[in-house]
T-cell receptor, first 114, second 114 residues
């Protein structure tokens, strides 16, 4: 079985401050991990993915995430928040089942305060 | 913006009716997955089609069914609609049915059951 837990359904940061969105995963096999962003009334856009190569993964829009197996974590960070980062962020896990079943967390809404 | 298009964008149906949602996958992609996203929740995996065959299914009842066509476009059919079926339905296309490839999402179909 596979699952992800996102800590904090809402996170508020000031513009220019560090963004930290937390994700812990559970998987019975080595996982592939993803972060997606969803803007209002839109679909999901991939920010970054971990597929067992480098543990520090860089994505689009200045985001990065670090895979920590010992902590079963895959937290998303960005050094300096922009107003345009306000959106909902989903952590997701996909295990090798021969098909791509992606299990999503419940999401974290990021608010950026001017 | 991805090349995945979904239609219609919004739909209102009455409980007990049947609905068909459509998805055109990104050019070159042979795999389509469908997800249900209830309000305030993360997307839930319904099923995946790979080269016109269903090759994975989540915890959804048989009244949720699908098709994939030779051009890899897909339909999601839901029979005997229930109020709880109200959600955003997302289609994602990818290549090869593998677990580590990026899935490109459409903007979704917002289904309201009254």
């Amino acid at each position: 079985a596979q699952s992800v837990t996102q800590l904090g359904s809402h996170v508020s940061v000031s513009e220019g401050a560090l963004v930290l969105l937390r994700c812990n995963y559970s998987s019975s096999v080595p996982p592939y991990l993803f972060w997606y962003v969803q803007y209002p009334n839109q679909g999901l856009q991939l920010l970054l993915k971990y597929t067992s190569a480098a543990t520090l993964v860089k994505g689009i829009n200045g985001f990065e995430a670090e895979f920590k197996k010992s902590e079963t974590s895959f937290h998303l960070t960005k050094p300096s928040a922009h107003m345009s980062d306000a959106a909902e962020y989903f952590c997701a896990v996909s295990a090798n089942r021969g098909y791509q079943k992606v299990t999503f967390g419940t999401g974290t809404k990021l608010q950026v305060i001017p | 913006e991805t090349g995945v298009t979904q239609s219609p964008t919004h739909l209102i149906k009455t409980r007990g009716q049947q609905v068909t949602l459509r998805c055109s996958s990104q050019s070159g992609h042979n795999t389509v997955s469908w997800y249900q996203q209830a309000l305030g929740q993360g997307p839930q995996f319904i099923f995946q089609y790979y080269r016109e065959e269903e090759n994975g299914r989540g915890n959804f009842p048989p009244r949720f069914s699908g098709l994939q066509f030779p051009n890899y476009s897909s339909e999601l059919n839901v029979n005997a609609l229930e109020l709880d079926d109200s959600a955003l339905y997302l289609c994602a296309s990818s290549l090869g049915g593998r677990t580590d490839t990026e899935a490109f999402f459409g903007q979704g179909t917002r289904l309201t059951v009254v």
